[in-house]
Nanobody
Framework: QVQLVESGGGLVQAGGSLRLSCAAS????????MAWFRQAPGKERDLVAA???????IYADSVKGRFTISRDNAKNTVNLEMNSLKPEDTAVYYC??????????????WGQGTQVTVSS
């Protein structure tokens, strides 16, 4: 069982930056692939970025070059550095985890979400 707790959301002006963090419970964090998803009002939850157990990273096209996902296995955390934020980045951001090396398929564990609002 993995419990995920996000932090770092907030209100920022367009062009600004935010850093989201996700703290995971458990002693086998390094064995989980991790991801950030986001869901805007009236829209589906979409993958923003993922990082595998082997440190391979993928990004949604809409955030490439602006967002960076990273993990610290010693601290059981995964971070999302968000730069050059746009109003369309406004959403609830969720941390997710799944056992093993993968960024496809079902994600087993979810955090409660953190709101990111980008004003124009």
């Amino acid at each position: 069982q993995v419990q995920l707790v996000e932090s770092g959301g907030g209100l920022v002006q367009a062009g600004g930056s935010l850093r989201l963090s996700c703290a995971a419970s458990g002693r086998t964090f390094s064995g989980y692939s991790m991801a950030w998803f986001r869901q805007a009002p009236g829209k589906e939850r979409d993958l923003v970025a993922a990082i595998t157990t082997g440190d391979d990273r993928i990004y949604a096209d809409s955030v490439k070059g602006r967002f960076t996902i990273s993990r610290d296995n010693a601290k059981n955390t995964v971070n999302l550095e968000m730069n050059s934020l746009k109003p369309e980045d406004t959403a609830v951001y969720y941390c997710a985890a799944k056992l093993g090396y993968s960024w496809t398929g079902t994600w087993s564990y979810w955090g409660q979400g953190t709101q990111v609002t980008v004003s124009s």
